[in-house]
């Protein structure tokens, strides 16, 4: 079957623009992760969703971040007024039970440059 | 804040050798999380930890945890070139996040 899809692949958008990226998980998988990737930053997890909740939202970096879920399956992530340190990579995973207890699936990420 | 190092950070042995890859975290946690990472890839999820003493094998890694000395440990097992990619773990708190090494970057030579 397939696997978490992530779009767009790449975006390049100007500073001050507001974007958009799209997680389409595993069909099933009711838990769903956001992470980004920098070379300043590293690793940094951002939200979680179990179903269409997510229980914590206090590692978006600012609230230009936001994200939502909706019908259990696709979510989206929203950064407004974009800046120059969100350059990342944007990392989607999802995973067939709650919060951390099996192996998570990622998609192939979202490469966001601005400009 | 939960606080999670690696070390080494960087490691190159050769094929044939043994190797081990250490991860130690800040406060209390009963979960730690090992992946992988080929350059230009996403991640991959290697072994999922969720309590002490918990042990778990795929092919030539093993990972253990210890969370009273708050040490996972990623054992290498007779390197093969395969395994060159990038290592990461993380371990989360009560609080629902995710807190991530730094990387180990293994190097497997011939």
Sequence with gaps: GAGVSQSPSNKVTEKGKDVELRCDPISGHTALYWYRQSLGQGLEFLIYFQGNSAPDKSGLPSDRFSAERTGGSVSTLTIQRTQQEDSAVYLCASSPGGWGNQPQHFGDGTRLSIL | ?110
């Excluded at chain 2, 946690?29 to 309590?51: I, M």
Aim: aromatic share 12%.
């Design chain 2, 1 to 110: 804040e939960l606080k999670v190092e690696q070390n080494p950070l960087f490691l190159s042995m050769q094929e044939g050798k043994n190797y081990t890859i250490y991860c130690n975290y800040s406060t209390t946690s009963d979960r730690l999380y090992w992946y992988r990472q080929d350059p230009g890839k996403s991640l991959e999820s290697l072994f999922v930890l969720l309590s002490n003493g918990a042990v778990k094998q795929e092919g030539r890694l093993m990972a253990s945890l210890d969370t009273k000395a708050r040490l996972s440990t990623l054992h290498i097992t007779a390197a093969v070139h395969d395994l060159s990619a990038t290592y990461f773990c993380a371990s989360t708190n009560t609080g629902n996040q995710f807190y991530f090494g730094t990387g180990t970057s293994l190097t497997v030579i011939p």
